[in-house]
């Protein structure tokens, strides 16, 4: 089906403002050019620029898709359509998009972005949960990048696993002795220190930039040269969890990174995630 005769959805919006330290063209060239998408949020990316364009995003195999370029003004509005593809409404197929605004406040940016187009129903309520609960990590993950490591290459590790476990059950795993060893006796509170000395990062230190007790942190890591924190507890592919585990880390040794992920594979798999 052509793009002109879908129906585009209506109803909820997912909406983010973050104020950003670094100047309107490095956020336009990080959230357009495929070189700098790969540095805070896919794995892989391709990109066709300017109206009619296309973006193609890919997390592995498992999670990959492209978004069709609806607007395309440099340094003030990209429109896209969004990478899950049609949904099917009542009246036929029903597609979502984002809309990343931008304005120059000086050398800084103010980013808005606004995920519209979410319709009613259990298959929309779980889309727009994840969507919005992604959406709050990688807007960090893009103000981290542009703020301490802009135009450095991202190392990643990056593990996924499925379970059966209640989100409880496995938030308490992920966060306890066992795994991080998140030290929360004064309370986790988003811009504020944290510590953790558990087998998978080891003692590390940092400042918390997402925290939801049901099941989201994200974090810098002081011990990573400043490198990003992200777990997370997913329901976007089904009624199961899925946990997302991540580590972005610029200039380290990648023996450092890669122990760091054999640590994490065999420590996810022990815990029964």
Known sequence: MSASSEQTATGRTADFTFEINAPVEDVWAAITEADHLTNWFPLTAEVKPGQGGTMFMAWGDACKGTCTIEVWEPNKLLRTTFMEGPQEGPDGPM???????????????????????????????????????????????????????????????????????????????????????????????????????????????????????????????????????????????GPEASVWFWVSAYDIPEERLNAVESQVETILGALAI
């Open 95 to 237: 597609r979502t998009f984002v809309d990343y605004r931008l304005e120059s406040n000086g050398g800084a940016t103010t980013l808005r972005l606004v995920h519209s187009g979410f319709g009613e129903g259990a298959h929309w309520d779980q889309l727009y949960n994840g969507v919005s609960r992604g959406w709050a990590a990688e807007l960090r993950s893009l103000r981290h990048y542009l703020e301490n490591h802009f135009g450095k290459r991202r190392q990643v590790m990056w593990k996924q696993h499925a379970t059966t476990l209640s989100d409880p059950e496995v938030w308490a795993k992920l966060t306890g002795a066992g795994c991080l060893g998140l030290d929360s006796a004064s309370g986790i509170k988003q811009g504020e220190r944290y510590r953790a000395d558990g087998p998978a990062l080891g003692a590390i230190s940092g400042t918390v930039l997402l925290y939801d007790e049901t099941g989201a942190l994200a974090g810098t890591v002081d011990e990573l040269n400043k490198g990003y924190l992200r777990i997370e507890i997913d329901h976007c592919s």
